[in-house]
């Protein structure tokens, strides 16, 4: 009797013990990154401060910085070259004979300002502003454009006031047209990279451990970072636009990574996802950041899921992996996926939160995202928490062991 009421005891604290643990699909089998991509941008102007700090605030693991440089050097965070739109520069009268014409990855911009043609002190008087429509422009004006440095201090004491690790995860914008940029400054053409480096490297140390991941949409400035440093570097992977029946559409500039595209190369961005290219990345970068109809297969069949009497991407059928993230992580290379809006892009899905869902049941490791708190509520929704009675079992089993245990000290 006594015996099997050990048995039935033991066998409950196993139950409760050995339930099958939970496993998330990502390559290293931990929880998947809810990446701020360009801040907290669906709510407080993109790449400032305030923005990066309100995403830390809605729990999100890594913020990120798109890089761009001053005239004197300085890498900023900024969407693009062109400060434009980004910031207040075209309502302040001093800066009007800024405004001129130049060639950014084959494609000419005329009339607008460059970052680089600003010191670091003359881009700290503009203030920035909301870049996209339906947004909220309360903050227009108010914040400041942030350098790489105060954007690691941030990270640095967020972390420290947290308790988490806040990561931070910049891209090098435009490598060749920067590279450009450089040799026009009389500095040398890997300046920006180099100067990147250098900056990570004493914020962090050289390691794969760094909390830092660094991207890019070329492909050589990668494979230079490769032989300079072991922070993971990230191969963005670009379309410009998804076809009807799910196939990505590849059209200049957004066909190919330019420093491919002006050396006449046939590389394009779909090459670089096949299981040849897979193979190819994985020789210089840690993982890929492909934009998300790369990994999901939808297709617009006309149908109005949704029911809003409109059809669009929304209502695009899903029909499943087109099976990257399981070839990228059979090469090793992680996977991180973008943009997730609550407002826009959505392809497939009509809650912003289940589109999020269904990329992380593929597997994806890391999502980019304007809307943090969507991105950690899909992430939570995903994250099992233990049944109540596997709880109650367990207790059973191990109370019931305890009294065993008493028992035999009284023998
Ligand atoms: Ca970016
Ligand atoms: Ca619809």
Redesign the pocket.
């Known amino acids: 009797m006594q015996t099997k009421f050990i048995i039935s005891a033991l066998a409950a604290a196993f139950a409760g013990a050995a339930a099958p643990a939970f496993a998330w699909d990502t390559l290293d089998g931990k929880a998947p990154l809810v990446i701020a991509h360009r801040g907290a941008s669906g709510y407080l102007p993109e790449h400032t401060i305030e923005g990066y700090t309100k995403a830390i605030e809605l729990g999100a693991n890594y913020i990120e910085p798109d890089l761009v440089m001053t005239k004197d050097g300085v890498l900023v965070a900024r969407h693009e070259p062109i400060i434009g739109g980004s910031t207040n520069v075209a309502s302040l009268a001093q800066f009007a004979g800024r405004k001129t014409t130049k060639t950014i990855d084959g494609v000419t911009y005329a009339n607008e300002y460059f970052v680089e043609d600003f010191t670091l002190a003359e881009l700290k008087t503009l203030g920035a502003m909301q870049t996209r429509a339906g947004r909220p422009t309360t903050y227009d004006g108010q914040f400041k454009v942030p350098t790489l440095d105060e954007v690691i201090a941030l990270a640095k004491a967020k972390s420290i006031e947290t308790g988490r690790t806040i990561g931070i995860y910049p891209e090098l914008k435009h490598s060749t047209y920067m590279q450009g940029v450089s040799l026009a400054q009389g500095r040398s053409k890997t300046y920006f990279e180099d100067k990147l480096v250098s900056t990570l490297h004493a914020a962090y140390g050289d390691s794969a451990n760094a909390p830092v991941f660094i991207q890019s949409f070329e492909v050589s400035n990668l494979q230079y970072l490769n032989t300079r440093t072991d922070i993971k570097l990230v191969q963005l992977v670009d379309a410009d636009d998804v076809k009807p029946d799910g196939s990505m559409s590849l059209v200049a500039p957004y066909d190919k990574p330019y420093d491919v595209a002006i050396k006449g190369g046939k590389l394009t961005f779909a090459d670089l996802v096949s299981d040849v290219g897979l193979s190819f990345v994985a020789t210089y970068a840690d993982g890929i950041g492909p934009w998300k109809p790369y990994l999901l297969t939808t297709v617009a069949d006309g149908v109005?899921?949704?029911?809003?009497?409109?059809?669009?991407g929304?209502?695009r059928r899903v029909d499943g992996s087109t099976g990257v993230v399981e070839s990228a992580h059979a090469n090793g290379l992680f996977v991180h996926t973008w943009t997730f809006r609550n407002d826009a892009s959505m392809l497939g899905f009509?809650d912003p939160q289940k589109e999020m869902e269904a990329y992380l049941k593929l597997g994806v490791d890391g999502i980019f995202t304007d809307f943090t708190d969507t991105g950690v509520a899909a992430v939570a929704a995903l994250t099992p928490v233990p049944e109540p009675e596997s709880y109650a079992m367990l207790l059973a089993g191990l109370g019931a062991l305890g009294l065993v245990v008493r028992r035999r000290r009284s023998v």
């Open positions: 109005d899921r949704n029911g809003d009497g409109t059809v669009n929304q209502d009509s």
